[in-house]
């Protein structure tokens, strides 16, 4: 039975959201929220404001959720201005002309259905529909690649959220179609039926405010492209490097589509007890890792995190944080799990090397004489 979209419209609408919230920031993803509701296990807002809550419903059960405020009916916070930098914007396009994404979620069981991409297309339809012409939301790196292929573009510095770790403010600029076609976005025969005619001006006017570069890449095309110098570094044919034994062209497919992050000073790459898997890889500069708050190493160009919870299916087992200005390529696991299915031979030596990287750092940590 397919999933049913709607708004919610009541106060138990609104309840059964708080609930999913709880099942999966808190218990799944295991975010540490103030205030939140462990008696009656529900994660509500905390500020009450008109914003749209979409939810999708299967077999009489909230499947999933995703919010919006809307500047026609929702007035934005501070945070939201600065994070976003709407400032920027304000010019040129007013509160009534933008949205700001958040909260997007599914069940386990569904996120690899087509229920989280109707629920983006019925935003999106809204937003056309309303004459929207900006769209903002943040993201985890691991899902960085999801949007961008989307059409939403990276434009700001990374945030360093108290509660989720660092985050990527990105952007959809709604009238660029050109944009849509050069990247093959799903979205574009929505964007031709819904809006047909040429853009105005508007839409010139809006890019020439994006930057040119910007602290997260996607490595479309590693092999010649700037970052792929870095990655050379640890291409040496050594025992402890990810990519022992692979060649260019291997490597090049295993990183492919991949993120590659700018990362400030402090920014809390990976947050401890987090359910996320992706594998990162050290560029430039180094991160510190913590465990319940006490530095047990530092980690340079060439180096590897995030393998154990990859490796073991497990929440991550320390925070990971940027020392100094650092890059950092985020592997996700979404795209090493399709690898280890489509091709096994170079599967086994991903995991091969990840694996002695994981046994490696066990005994430099193991005490003298074990």
């Known amino acids: 039975m397919t999933a049913t979209l709607r708004f919610a419209e009541s106060e138990a609408d609104r309840e059964a959201i708080y609930r999913l919230r709880y099942d999966i920031y808190v218990e799944e993803m295991g975010y540490v929220f103030p205030g939140v509701d462990h008696r009656g296990r529900r994660l509500a807002e905390a500020m009450l404001r008109p914003t749209r809550l979409l939810m999708a419903e299967q077999d009489g059960a909230l499947a999933g959720t995703l919010q919006f405020n809307w500047g026609a009916e929702c007035a934005f916070t501070e945070e939201e201005r600065r994070i976003y930098r709407l400032s920027d914007f304000v010019a040129l396009v007013g509160d009534e002309e933008t949205i700001i994404a958040s909260r997007f979620m599914t069940r386990p069981s569904h996120r690899d259905s087509d229920l ?165 890889v050290v560029l430039d500069g180094a991160v510190e890792v913590m465990r319940d708050g006490k530095s047990i190493a530092l980690l340079t160009r060439g180096a590897v995190f995030g393998e154990i919870a990859f490796l073991l299916g497990i929440e991550r087992t320390a925070d990971v944080v940027a020392v100094g200005e650092t890059k950092v390529i985020a592997l996700r696991e979404r795209a090493l799990n399709e690898l280890i299915a489509s091709e096994s031979k170079l599967a086994a030596r991903f995991l091969l090397n990840l694996a002695r990287i994981a046994c490696l750092k066990l005994v430099e940590s193991a005490p003298p004489g074990r």
């Open 116 to 280: 989280p991409a109707r629920m983006l297309d019925t935003m999106f339809a809204f937003a056309l529909d309303n004459n929207v012409r900006l769209l903002f939301l943040d993201c985890r790196p691991h899902l960085i690649n999801n949007y961008l292929r989307l059409g939403f573009r990276t434009y700001a510095k990374t945030c360093n959220d108290p509660i989720a770790g660092m985050l990527a403010p990105l952007v959809f600029v709604i009238d660029d179609v050109e944009h849509l076609e050069r990247i093959k976005s799903r979205l574009l025969p929505l964007f031709r039926a819904k809006r047909p005619g040429e853009p105005d001006g508007i839409v010139a006017k809006v890019l020439a405010l994006l930057p040119k570069s910007t602290p997260v890449q996607l490595l479309s095309h590693p092999v010649g492209s700037p970052d792929w110098s870095g990655l050379q570094s640890t291409l040496a044919d050594d025992e402890i490097s990810i990519f022992h034994g692979m060649e260019a062209e291997e490597v090049a497919r295993l990183i492919e589509r991949s993120p590659v992050i700018n990362c400030a000073s402090g920014d809390r790459i990976v947050g401890q007890d987090l359910a996320e898997r992706s594998v990162f």
